[in-house]
C-alpha cells in the first residue's frame, strides 16, 4: 500500500530553532533592527558566540542534545506506545566576512534513537549553501541550494498510513532557488524561480517521487516610510514520476494587502487573495480564498508576540482505504507565540496553533491543536539548557486517525 506524500511542512512548529547565523546582507536596511530581527524570540542574545576565523570566513559550530519521552510515538488512538528517546543535533555555517557580497556553507544532522521502538529510530541531514551579490546599493541577487535527508514526522498532515514495513517514512529533498530583489525609496520586489525534487528512500514506493517547480514575486509600494501596499504572484507546477488522478497539477495564488513597520517595535502585514489548482488527472479544480497575515511586535524591550494566519492549497497526498489517492489539501492554520525575557540569561515562551486540512475526494478533513511551554537559560554565550512540554491534538475523518499526545524534553545546547 503506498503511503502519504508531502512537500510542504507539517502545522507550524511549537518551538522555533535558534537561528544559524545568516549571511551579510548590505541592502538598504534602517539603521535598527527590524521587529522580527529584535524579537527576544529571535535575535541574538547579548553576548553572541565569537565563530572561529577561517581566511575570510568565520565557522559557527552548534551541538543540542535532547532527552525525550513521548507517551503516543506512532500518534495512534489506542494502543499507545510510549518510549524515551535521545537525539543529537549537531551543526555548522561558515559565513563570509566579506565588505561586499555574501556566502554561507552549511552542514546540520538529527541522529534520534528510540529506546524501545527502535524502528522509529533515523538519521537526517542537510547540506547547503546560499549566497548574496550586491549588484547595486538597490539591487541584490541571492541564490541557495540543498539537499536534506529527512525523516517525516507521525502526524504530519496526510500521514494516515505508515508504508510498507509500518516504519518511518524517509525522504531525500533537494532545493534550488535563485531571486532577484530590488529595495528602493518607493518601489521594493523580488522574483525568482525554485525547483525541489522529492525520493522516498524507505516506506513508500518510487512511485510517489515528484518534482515541484514554481515561480514567486512581490512588487511593493511605500506610501509612507511605514506603510506599504504589496501584490504577491505566484505559480506552481507538480510532476510526478508516474502520474495519475490528483498527481500531476499547476495553479496559481495571488494575494495583495498592505504592510506596516516600525522600526523594532511593530511589523505587520496582511493580504488576501485567490488560489486555484487544475489536474491532469480526474480530479476536479480546486479554488478558493487566499490569506496570509504576519505579525511581530515587542511592546517591551523584553516581551515579544509573533502571530500568523493563512490559508492556501498545500500539496499534501493522503491515501484512504486501499491505495485510492484521495487527494490534496486546502490548509488553514493560526498561530501565536510570545516570549518573555525576565533578565537576560533566562527567556521563557509559550505557543499555541491550530491548523485544518481538507481534502476533496472522499471527504478526508484534519484538525491539529498544538500547544507547547518551556525556557532556555543561557549560562554564558556558549552554553545553554531548558525544558519544554509540547502537547499535540488531531481530529480526523476518518475517526479512527484521531490521537493526542503529550511530550516532555530537557535540551541542552552549545555554541561557539
Known sequence: MPAAAQYTAPPPAPAPAPDQPAPKRLAPQADEPSARDASVLRRERGDPPDGF??????????????????????????????????????????????????????????????????????????VGARGSVDITDEWRWNTNAEFARVGLGRGSPGLLTTGF????????????????AYNGDLFYGRIGPRFRRFEYVRGVSTNENFNVYDISARLGYRITPELSVFIDPSYEWVRYDRNGAFRNNQGFDIRGGVAYDVTRTLTAELGFGYFRRTYSGIGKPQDGLSFLGRLFWNPLDNVSIEA??????????????????????????????????????????????????????????????????????????????????????????????????????????AQF
Open 53 to 126: 576565523p577561517i581566511g575570510s570566513f568565520t565557522f559557527f559550530p552548534r551541538l543540542e542534545v535532547d532527552g525525550e519521552y513521548d507517551d503516543n510515538v506512532y500518534r495512534t488512538r489506542r494502543n499507545r506506545k510510549g518510549d524515551f528517546i535521545f537525539r543529537a543535533r549537531p551543526s555548522f555555517t561558515l559565513a563570509s566576512d566579506w565588505g561586499q557580497h555574501a556566502l554561507a556553507l552549511y552542514a546540520s544532522a538529527d541522529v534520534t534513537r528510540y529506546i524501545d521502538q527502535s524502528k522509529e529510530s533515523y538519521v537526517g541531514f542537510a
Open 165 to 180: 514495513d509500518g516504519r518511518r517514512q524517509i525522504v531525500n529533498v533537494i532545493t534550488a532557488a535563485t531571486e532577484l
Open 308 to 413: 500568523e494566519a493563512r490559508r492556501s492549497f498545500s500539496q499534501y497526498r493522503a491515501f484512504g482505504l486501499g491505495t485510492a489517492a484521495i487527494g490534496n489539501a486546502v490548509e488553514t492554520s493560526f498561530s501565536l507565540r510570545a516570549g518573555w525575557e525576565p533578565f537576560d540569561p533566562l527567556l521563557l515562551d509559550a505557543g499555541v496553533s491550530y491548523a485544518r486540512y481538507r481534502y476533496e475526494g472522499e471527504g478526508l478533513r484534519e484538525n491539529f491543536w498544538l500547544f507547547d511551554v518551556g525556557a532556555k537559560y543561557f549560562f554564558n554565550k556558549n552554553f545553554y539548557a531548558g525544558p519544554r512540554y509540547l502537547y499535540e491534538r488531531r481530529n480526523a475523518k476518518p475517526r479512527s486517525a484521531n490521537y493526542t499526545d503529550n511530550r516532555f524534553l530537557i535540551t541542552l545546547g
